[in-house]
T-cell receptor, first 116, second 116 residues
Framework: AQSVTQPDIHITVSEGASLELRCNYS??????LFWYVQSPGQGLQLLLKYFSGDTLVQGIKGFEAEFKRSQSSFNLRKPSVHWSDAAEYFCAVVNDRGSTLGRLYFGRGTQLTVWP | EAGVAQSPRYKIIEKRQSVAFWCNPI?????LYWYQQILGQGPKLLIQ????????DSQLPKDRFSAERLKGVDSTLKIQPAKLEDSAVYLCASSSSGASSGNTIYFGEGSWLTVV
């Protein structure tokens, strides 16, 4: 069965510091991987996605993520965090890659707090 | 381009009452999803439509939840009768085709339900 693990429920960083949010997945083949961000009272916004090719993916708002097959990981990074990055971040994986359907499985999320 | 529209944004009802949520996906998107997001958890897929047909409703509590997309455009999710544990955010999302095709899934801002 597919699963997504985000081991950190809550992370606090200072503004300007670097950030890494962890994500591990369980899937039998190369998955489609996503990171979404959710600000309070808002829906989910796509930050970036990995389908194939270059394992380092660039996204919006200065975020990047690296797919590491050997570690079944897709960690999200940002070199310098801004106060506006405070939000909840969700890692997600699509099952049934190659079929016409497929369900998006989400991790439980990591809440990011940014200190001024 | 207009995003995914949902209404109402907020609803408070008593247990055993009924409630309905409406969603209008991005124009031209064939695939429509309803997700349930309980506080502190990642979104969980309730039902997926491809045009006006259901392709995945395995996680939908069919004794109390129903959803339809009669003309293959907008959709309604109904809960009757509501239970306390149904308190959650109901997210509608759409994509041009299924997630496994590599298409981005776009989310609405959600409908917040509180059952008292």
């Amino acid at each position: 069965a597919q699963s997504v693990t985000q081991p950190d429920i809550h992370i606090t960083v200072s503004e300007g510091a670097s950030l890494e949010l962890r994500c591990n997945y369980s899937y039998g083949a190369t998955p489609y991987l996503f990171w979404y961000v959710q600000s309070p009272g808002q829906g989910l916004q796509l930050l970036l996605k990995y389908f194939s090719g270059d394992t380092l993916v660039q996204g919006i708002k200065g975020f990047e993520a690296e797919f590491k097959r050997s570690q079944s990981s897709f960690n999200l990074r940002k070199p310098s965090v801004h106060w506006s990055d405070a939000a909840e971040y969700f890692c997600a994986v699509v099952n049934d890659r190659g079929s016409t359907l497929g369900r998006l499985y989400f991790g439980r999320g990591t809440q990011l707090t940014v200190w001024p | 381009e207009a995003g995914v529209a949902q209404s109402p944004r907020y609803k408070i009802i008593e247990k055993r009452q009924s409630v309905a949520f409406w969603c209008n996906p991005i124009s031209g998107h064939a695939t429509l999803y309803w997700y349930q997001q309980i506080l502190g958890q990642g979104p969980k897929l309730l039902i997926q439509f491809q045009n006006n047909g259901v392709v995945d409703d395995s996680q939908l509590p069919k004794d109390r939840f129903s959803a339809e997309r009669l003309k293959g455009v907008d959709s309604t999710l109904k809960i009757q009768p509501a239970k306390l544990e149904d308190s959650a955010v109901y997210l509608c999302a759409s994509s041009s085709s299924g997630a496994s095709s590599g298409n981005t899934i776009y989310f609405g801002e959600g409908s917040w339900l509180t059952v008292v």
